[in-house]
């Protein structure tokens, strides 16, 4: 077991270096070139994802599939990794990270344009899309899609489960000793009582929960800011200066940090908002919408507000303190950070971490769910929670460095399938970007098929 784990961790560590990094940085450049920087367009996405679709079709509102996509990718790698990137890459990564997540926004919109476009109604009435259908009906390469699905189910107990529940114990456990088999029986029960209500359950839980966790964060994070103002001019010109010149945080010469700045800025920023691996489509597929361009743009502010906004506010916290030039490791330098706050600063950091890793499990169990379903049929989907809801248990009462690695690869593995899709049809992609939005009104053209469909 443990030669089959290095193994695995090396295959791990070899994808996750530059040959993903290139592909999903990549294809986020092209895409933002072929769509005429998709980006300009995100007010008026942020503005759609408040307004409601009236008598579209779907099983949840944009707004509800928004957070429940966002509940799945703002995690602990907006707190852990961003400070992992900043010890290993100084204080430059920061800018890396925040520029990997603007243009990644043109990836997540045509990802879940395609989704979106590409999706089928099941025998119950409710919708079933992700790159699995979009590599089957869109490619017609149905053998990609079974991959991109189990690969997604793996990851999707790993990463998506079991991690984070180790990650709210490990911490729970640390900050108010609570044994880890009771903070376990806990999070088991929290979750079962959520996913198996289906997408409409977790939906609802997260058009709540989200806005208050990132708000929460986002709050501790202002009031550090406000207490450290004087520094901000400088820390801000750190960041952007190191980025280009190099400051590595222990040690290093300049030429190495640039490098290393750039390595872990990106990499990070693409771990977090998850744009290109093809796990937010899945829910952007179940939204309530008139026509996939409308639901792309909600979409694709997932992006804005996981990277450009909440790692961006992490990082010029990290820097703004000072602590990033501590010799301290990853999670070390947040805990720091935080602790400028008076009395309550460690209480706000561990509540907004378990916050963060709830939310990525109930965003998640449904990527894993539609991805049996897709490989198995309705009937395996009940069977698939319950085995979801053990294994979260399981995960936050033993040591998980097997199943991070395995489950990391998968999720990087997730990833190629749904890349080759966003590339072969990236002329789908510019031609309903062309239709509905820019040479027509974004609500015009659906209004007028309606009329026809209806005559």
Known sequence: MEELSNIISKIDNFLW???????????????????????????????????????????????????????????????????????????????????????????????????????????????????????????????????????????????GGMVQSNAISTMVNDTFKIPTQVIGIIIAILTAVVILGGIKSISKVCQVFVPFMAGFYIIGCIIILVIGYKQIPNSLHTIITSAFTGQAAVGGFAGSSVIMAMRYGVSRGLFSNESGLGSAPIVSAAAQTRNPVRQALVACTGTFWDTVVVCAMTGLVLTNTGVWNKGLQGGQLTKEAFSSIPVIGSTVLTIGLMAFAFSTILGWSYYGEKSIEYLFGKKAILPYKIVWIIMVYIGAIFSLDFVWNFADLANGLMAIPNLISLIALSGVIVKETKKYLWENNLDQVAIEEDKVANL
Do not use: C
């Not at 599939?65 to 990137?85: D, E, P, R, S, Y």
């Open 17 to 159: 270096n530059w040959p993903l990094l290139i592909l999903l940085l990549g294809t986020h450049i092209f895409l933002t070139i072929r769509l005429k920087f998709i980006q300009r367009y995100i007010g008026k996405a942020i503005k759609l994802s408040v307004t409601k679709d009236e008598d579209a079709k779907g099983d949840v509102s944009q707004f509800s599939a928004l957070t429940t996509a966002l509940a799945g990718t703002i995690g602990t790698g907006n707190i852990v990794g961003v400070a992992t990137a900043i010890s290993l890459g100084g204080p430059g990564a920061v800018f890396w990270t925040w520029l990997t997540g603007v243009f990644g926004i043109s990836t997540k919109y045509a990802e879940s344009l395609l989704a979106t476009k590409y999706r089928v109604k099941t025998k119950d009435g409710t919708m079933a899309g992700g790159p699995m259908y979009v590599l089957e009906n869109g490619l017609n390469k149905k053998w990609l899609g079974v991959l991109f699905a189990a690969f997604t189910s793996i990851a999707a107990i790993g990463t």
